[in-house]
């Protein structure tokens, strides 16, 4: 079956090189996926190309190690050169995740083909109207956000006027309810907003340095892991 069909976007892992305080990226999406998270996504806005793809091959080599690469969907922010180019290579890329001022979804889809994921970062400016009247048909899932502001990406929930509009859970229980596919929310979110998030009913959390940046990444994606499917089972029964 195609990981596009079996896509579990609960525990989400996004990942570069300027997020794991010095450290190599491998081991911490190793920890992560061990751990139970179940989508990684490779982004960076410093590394090259080439230092993508080869991040990108450490990934999947890590997935496929721990026996979850029929599980554990592998994506790509924004840059589909590196992704055909992972592929020409033989390395197993699942799909792409792109913003609204990225390369168009209709031309990820044509190139990347109906058995990849491809994900699009839901429009803050006018989001509830935007989710209910978007056209979905070529897109897997939206990422939304932030929960908070964060350094990691400033740039995440600027509206026209270039504020940051930050979610409440009351939105985004609004926006879980109103979208037509799988919502994914992130931004700044730490072990304690778990339990809140996940009783919105959205389909999962997004981190970077909740995980990345831990003392022990192992050890806070387990927690991440465990608090989102106690939560979510509870909420998901209301």
């Keep these: 079956m195609s990981i596009r069909k079996n896509l579990d976007i609960s525990a989400y892992l996004v990942v570069g090189p300027e997020n794991t305080k010095g450290r190599p990226v491998a081991p911490i999406i190793k920890d992560a996926v061990e751990a139970g998270f179940t989508c990684v996504q490779i982004r960076s806005k410093i590394a090259s190309a080439r ?33 055909l180019a992972a592929r020409k290579q033989g390395i197993k890329v699942d799909g792409i995740h792109v913003g609204q001022s990225d390369i168009p979804v209709e031309v990820c889809r044509e190139y990347l083909g109906d058995d990849s994921i491809v994900g699009l970062s839901a429009r803050t400016h006018e989001l509830f109207e935007y989710i209910k009247t978007a056209d979905v048909s070529q897109i897997d899932y939206f990422g939304a956000g932030p929960l908070h502001e964060t350094n ?87």
Excluded: M, Y
């Excluded at 990108?56 to 924004?78: F, H, M, N, P």
């Design 51 to 83: 230092e993508l793809i080869e991040l990108t091959r450490q990934a999947s080599e890590v997935i496929a190690q721990a026996g979850k690469s029929d599980e554990v969907a592998l994506l790509v922010d924004d840059r589909l050169d590196v992704i």
């Design 152 to 238: 990691t990406k400033p740039d995440c929930g600027l509206d026209r006027d270039g504020k940051v509009v930050t979610r409440s859970f009351a939105d985004i229980a609004k926006l879980a309810k109103l979208s037509p596919i799988s919502v994914v929310v992130g931004g700044g979110v730490k072990l304690v907003d778990i339990p809140q998030l996940a009783q919105t009913r959205v389909h999962g959390f997004f981190v970077v340095t909740a995980v990345s940046e831990a003392d022990d990444p192992k050890v806070a994606a387990a927690d991440l892991v465990r608090t989102w499917k106690l939560h979510a089972s509870v909420g998901h029964k209301n």
